[in-house]
């Protein structure tokens, strides 16, 4: 348990770290209106902190910052919502009262004003991207090299897109493909589609299946674009900005993670209601070791459609953030209503 003055410490260390990015010592946090303490006072505090895992020392001579468990206190116990400017509000507000002409572009604004808020990379799980699974898959062939590709979900959404018949691969070959997915598919998530193909498939259809390799290409095409299109992604690069991210080979794996839609989804998905935040490891993953990760839920009657969320390092302005997602779900949230009813 920490004292009152301890929790007010550790609040002006995060505080001061989140917009500074610079090791806070007790001087600084002295220096604040709202602290009343010496700096000897606070810096032996401080110590203490560190000594509990609340804060690092990253160099001898130099202050403070919050390690991971720092931030974690602080987002459960020390934080408090910001309120949020009124020309956020009305960027937000402006997005769901206007006319959209496809849900798909409400949520590619959606991202983008968050990210432009935040000055964070945000990331949209559209609409049962994670609920949905699959029912069956139906090729129907055009001619030599063109066939068309129907995706039935368990919910009765259907996809179809042309897709492009690799050389050499016999109708045969194609009509026992699909029968093997239907077979082996039936029933799986869409984000998981890809993944069970190439880990429990690939075997089976090396083993059966003439010409296997070009109809891996082939199902590449049936199964990728469903996933990725509902899968939005705005401000990427903001990573950059941030002084944390200096080093090419963090940013560079970083990057490489975000191409890869299975783990931005699993990253990102989350079934609890309200904002949810994980903090570097708690994410599990290393290229992500050092980032934030604070989603949230839209519903629809009560049923979780898909999710919304920001990626930022651990020094992320959590308040503003966790206020601006609150806005946001519950936003998007009646305008899916009022879009279905």
Not at 41 to 48: F, K, L, P, Q, Y
Not at 143 to 172: K, M
Request: charged share 25%; glycine share 4%.
């Amino acid at each position: 348990m920490l004292s009152e003055r301890q929790k007010k410490i550790l609040r002006a260390v995060v505080d001061e770290y989140i917009v500074n990015a610079e090791p806070v010592g007790s001087r600084t946090v002295s220096k604040r209106e709202d602290m009343g303490f010496s700096a000897a006072t606070i810096r032996n505090e401080m110590a203490d902190l560190e000594e509990m895992g609340f804060l690092e020392q990253p160099h001898t001579s130099a202050g403070r910052i919050p390690s991971q468990s720092g931030y974690r206190y602080y987002v459960d116990h020390l934080m408090v919502p910001e309120r949020l400017k009124r020309s956020d509000l009305l960027a937000i507000r402006r997005l769901f009262t206007s006319q959209m002409d496809a849900l798909e572009q409400t949520i590619q604004q959606t991202v983008s004003i968050l990210s432009r808020i935040t000055n964070y990379t945000s990331i949209m799980l559209g609409p049962e991207l994670y609920d949905n699974k699959l029912k069956h898959l139906q090729v129907i062939p055009l001619n030599d090299r063109l066939a068309v590709a129907i995706l039935v979900t368990d919910t009765g959404h259907v996809d179809q897109r042309q897709i492009t018949v690799p050389e050499g691969v016999s109708l045969s070959s194609i009509e026992q493909t699909v029968n093997l997915l239907n077979t082996k598919l039936s029933g799986v998530p869409l984000y998981r589609l890809k993944r069970t193909v190439y880990k429990e498939l690939f075997e089976e259809l090396s083993r059966h299946v003439e010409n296997y390799e070009y109809l891996l290409a082939m199902i590449d095409q049936m199964l990728a674009s469903e996933l990725e299109s509902r899968v939005f992604t705005s401000g990427t690069t903001h990573i950059l900005n941030q002084p944390e991210f200096k080093d090419v080979e963090k940013v560079k794996s970083l990057m490489e993670l975000l191409e890869e839609t299975e783990t931005v989804t699993r990253l990102f998905t989350t079934r609890d209601t309200g904002v949810q935040i994980k903090i570097g490891y708690e994410n599990h993953l290393e290229a992500v070791s050092h980032c934030s990760i604070v989603s949230a839920s839209f519903l629809l009657d009560g049923r979780s459609l898909g999710t919304i969320g920001v990626l930022g390092p651990t020094r992320m302005d959590y308040q503003k953030v966790v206020s601006l997602l609150d806005v946001l779900t519950r936003d998007f949230s009646k305008h899916l209503r009022d879009l279905y009813k």
